[in-house]
């Protein structure tokens, strides 16, 4: 399930969301949950999602 919220209110903030989320679904285990806040900024999976987000 893939969840968002419109916190920052811009386009370009929704569109890195929905891809690094959707990078999230794709490429890490179905089980994970991934909070934003929980600083996890230097964490494997979120490189990993970042990437994917630029690769789309």
Request: without cysteine.
């Amino acid at each position: 399930m893939l969840m968002l919220s419109f916190r920052y209110l811009s386009d370009d903030h929704f569109w890195f969301t929905v891809f690094h989320e959707i990078g999230h679904l794709l490429l890490h285990d179905i089980a994970d949950v991934h909070i934003e806040g929980m600083d996890d900024e230097d964490d494997v999976q979120e490189q990993e999602a970042d990437f994917f987000r630029m690769m789309s």
